[in-house]
């Protein structure tokens, strides 16, 4: 979506900002290489974290070193690297963690594995731009959520008049088309956008 807004804009340079639930590593890789700033948050999908142990952000990624730096302070290095559904992933890990102090809040394993990506680095820069500019989910929300709003109070309180996916699909997209036009008259105004649609 965000390539086809790029090329209609016809821009250069375009900052897409999502929720996270279109989080997807590919597909920030892809804006990365189409020159399209993204901002979403991460998930949070840590199995550790869901059973009360460190997640992901407890360990730090020490580019130069390739290493992770563990919450005890020791270095998780790099042992294998692994295919995981086409992607290249990178395990690292230590043999110390069975001397650990803090082991049992970390891993019921024999030791903790972290795995990274091997286009890690693309989702570390979102995950800083995001850090460094937190009301960009505040301007997506303000911006982007009351249409749908604006559209269900259109709608009224019914269900869809047309059946199929296609036929629904068209009816939404008569509303969005609606909604966009409105919203057009009122910032530019009826003549201008008729010259812009003409043009
Ligand atoms: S269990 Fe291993 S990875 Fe976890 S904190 Fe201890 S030494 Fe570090």
Same mark, same amino acid.
């Given at each position: 979506m965000?390539?086809?807004?790029?090329?209609?804009?016809?821009?250069?340079?375009?900052?897409?900002?999502?929720?996270?639930?279109?989080?997807?590593?590919?597909?920030?890789?892809?804006?990365?290489?189409?020159?399209?700033?993204?901002?979403?948050?991460?998930?949070?999908?840590?199995?550790?974290?869901?059973?009360?142990?460190?997640?992901?952000?407890?360990?730090?990624?020490?580019?130069?070193?390739?290493?992770?730096?563990?919450?005890?302070?020791?270095?998780?290095?790099?042992?294998?690297?692994?295919?995981?559904?086409?992607?290249?992933?990178?395990?690292?890990?230590?043999?110390?963690?069975?001397?650990?102090?803090?082991?049992?809040?970390?891993?019921?394993?024999?030791?903790?594995? !972290?795995?990274?990506?091997?286009?890690?680095?693309?989702?570390?820069?979102?995950?800083?731009?995001?850090?460094?500019?937190?009301? !960009?989910?505040?301007?997506?929300?303000?911006?982007v959520e009351?249409p749908f709003g604006t559209l269900k109070a259109w709608m009224g309180s019914t269900h869809f008049m047309t059946k199929t996916l296609d036929r629904v699909s068209t009816e939404m997209s008569l509303h969005v088309l609606a909604y966009n036009m409105k919203r !057009? !008259?009122?910032?530019?105004?009826?003549?201008?956008?008729?010259?812009?649609?003409?043009?």
């Amino acid at each position: 979506m965000a390539k086809q807004a790029k090329s209609v804009i016809d821009t250069e340079e375009l900052t897409a900002v999502a929720d996270r639930g279109y989080y997807r590593g590919e597909d920030i890789l892809n804006c990365d290489k189409a020159n399209i700033e993204t901002y979403l948050p991460k998930p949070q999908t840590s199995g550790n974290q869901a059973k009360g142990q460190f997640g992901r952000d407890a360990f730090r990624y020490i580019a130069e070193d390739n290493e992770y730096e563990c919450p005890a302070g020791l270095r998780l290095v790099q042992h294998s690297t692994t295919q995981d559904k086409g992607r290249t992933l990178h395990n690292y890990w230590t043999y110390k963690c069975r001397y650990c102090a803090i082991k049992a809040q970390c891993t019921s394993g024999v030791h903790r594995k !972290m795995s990274r990506w091997e286009h890690e680095e693309v989702l570390d820069e979102a995950q800083k731009r995001l850090d460094q500019n937190p009301d !960009m989910m505040r301007i997506r929300r303000t911006t982007v959520e009351h249409p749908f709003g604006t559209l269900k109070a259109w709608m009224g309180s019914t269900h869809f008049m047309t059946k199929t996916l296609d036929r629904v699909s068209t009816e939404m997209s008569l509303h969005v088309l609606a909604y966009n036009m409105k919203r !057009m !008259m009122n910032i530019i105004g009826t003549k201008p956008l008729i010259e812009a649609i003409r043009a």
